[in-house]
Each structure stands twice: as C-alpha cells, then as structure tokens.
C-alpha cells in the first residue's frame, strides 16, 4: 500500500531522529544523559542538534584531509544545512531533523552558521601548522598557546559553546531575554572544564587554550607540554588549572540560575547538565588537578545516579 502524501514525511522524520539519537548515544559521553531527562520531542530537537555539531566537528579534526579539503566539506555541509532550513528537499538524515527542529522551536539559522564557525576556528589553527611545516618541514609540531588572553580565549569559547546553549534554551523553552545571557556563560563553563580536562590531548595536536598570559603569569610554558615522557612534573601546572577552574566555577553559577527561567519540563535536564559538568570539574581538582597521568572522567554509574536524581527532582518538584 502506497504511503499517503502526510504518512511518508512522518515516516521518514521519525528515521531521521532515530539516526539522531543513535549518533548522540554513541558519541555524547555527557550530553546525552541530561537528553534523557527531556520530554521525547525535546530530546530528539537536541539530538539532531548534536548530530549537526559532530559531523561538524569530525570534518574539523579529521588528519587524513589536508586543512584546506575540510574548510571546504565544512562549507558544504553549512551550505547544505542552509538549504535544507530553506525548505529544499534532502536525503540526509541528519540535515532533515535539524531543519525540522530548527523550524519547530524558531531556532535563528545565523546560530547554527556560528556553529560551524567556531569549529573552523580550530581548523584554522590547522592550516597555519600546515602551511608553516609546508615552510619548514624541519621544524616539527610544538605546541602553541593559541590566544593571548582570557577574553581571546572567551570569543572561542563563546563561538563553540555558548552559542550551543544559545541554541539549546530556544528548545527548552524560556521567556525571560536575560536567559540568553546566562546560557551563553554557563557555554562557557562548559568549554572552561573541557580545556582543563583536555590539556595533555590537545598539547598533542599541537594546541593549547590556556591562555598565554595566565600561563606567563604561573610561570608555565608551551614548551613544557611539547614530551610528556621526558621529565614532565604535572604539579607544576597544578596553581595554573587550579586558577582556570576558579573562573569556571563562577561561570556555573550563571548556569544554575538559567535553571529556574527556562520551561519547567525542561530543567531537569538542565539541572543534569550542570551536574555532570561541574562534578567532573571537582573529580579533577581531587586529582590536584592532575589531568596527565590519565583521561579524567565521571563514570557511567555515576553519571546514571545524576541522571535518577534529575528525574526525581521532575517528579516531586
């Protein structure tokens, strides 16, 4: 029996956010545990939102391309989202759910075109290395502080982070304009922790966010982070983390008092995301701020029992 005009879009809409879902349950280590703490047509607008930032993200980082090749596959894929926002028809699943979810919940496209640009920020610092080993293919990859100072480092963040949570409220639900001024610095607690967490893997490719002169100020310097098996003391960088976590942490307040002004329904999950985050802020401080011996990160037990008390505070709110 044919589909009926109305029954093949639903069809296929609803194929779309299942491979939505799929992606973010594989691929979202935290964010997905707070999705789950949403009503299902909620969950799946962010799951097709994360699904766009991942591809997004795996054009960016993906070493067997010559920068150049993905600055070109990450303008297609936002001139292929642009399209698809516009109504033009598309075979990919993941472009079909966003620009449903972008439609449903009014989200601007220009947030979603800052997506994609604050992921060509990193690939820009790709081409550099590139072309200056293309100069000199003696010289190597050494790290490098890649902003001057905190607020260099802020419109990064702001432009891969706080502009995700200017897209997440708009799928929550909220009223009050001042929302959007919290869900930018609780993005950028967020990023804040990443970074902390995120050194020694970073420093590998080549990159370091701590800013120059927080790391002028303690005394540390890109070339420490050059051989981590060749007489690194991480205590060294114990005061430096230390400090970046601080300012972190007076981010996360702005994150807990976004909770109470977006839509009810929506602040469990919220509430999860600020936990998993900030908790894994603190599990790193415990370690000294040890975040080169190994990988620091909140376990699946863990970040479940969060996930129980957001639903419970839902129920009994």
């Not at 972008?102 to 979603?112: D, H, I, M, T």
């Not at 990064?156 to 708009?170: E, F, K, P, Q």
């Not at 995120?198 to 590998?204: F, R, T």
């Not at 540390?220 to 060294?236: C, I």
């Amino acid at each position: 029996m044919a589909n009926s005009p109305t029954s093949a879009p639903e069809t296929q809409l609803n194929a779309a956010y299942a491979t939505c879902r799929a992606i973010a349950r594989s691929a979202a280590k935290n964010f997905y545990y707070s999705f789950l703490a949403l009503p299902k047509h909620k969950r799946n607008a962010l799951c097709a939102v994360y699904a766009f930032m991942r591809h997004a993200d795996d054009i960016s980082d993906d070493e067997s391309l010559h920068p150049e090749e993905r600055y070109h596959k990450l303008d297609e894929w936002l001139q292929n989202a642009r399209r698809a926002f516009g109504g033009e028809t598309t075979d990919d699943a993941v472009l079909f759910a966003l620009a449903d979810a972008q439609r449903r919940y009014k989200v601007p496209v220009e947030l979603f075109e800052k997506l994609v640009q604050g992921t060509a920020m990193d690939l820009e610092h790709s081409l550099a290395a590139a072309q200056s080993a293309a100069a000199d293919p003696n010289a190597g990859q050494a790290p490098v502080a890649l902003y001057a100072t905190f607020e260099d480092l802020y419109q990064y963040c702001y432009h891969v982070a706080s502009v995700v949570g200017l897209v997440c409220i708009r799928i929550f639900g909220y009223r009050d304009s001042h929302a959007e001024i919290l869900a930018e610095r609780c993005g950028i607690a967020f990023q804040m922790t990443n970074i902390i967490r995120d050194v020694k893997e970073d420093a590998a490719m080549g990159r370091i966010y701590l800013p120059q002169q927080d790391m002028k100020q303690f005394g540390r310097s890109p070339q420490e982070l050059a051989n981590f098996g060749n007489g690194f003391q991480p205590g060294k960088f114990r005061t430096l983390l230390e400090f970046e976590a601080q300012r972190a942490r007076e981010f996360y307040k702005s994150g807990r008092e976004l909770i109470e002004l977006i839509d009810y329904e929506s602040r469990p999950a919220l509430w999860v995301l600020i936990e998993i985050y900030s908790r894994l802020l603190e599990k790193i401080a415990r370690q000294n701020y040890d975040v080169f011996s190994e990988r620091v990160r909140l376990s699946s037990a863990e970040k479940l029992r969060v996930l129980s008390r957001g639903l419970l505070r839902r129920i009994i709110s």
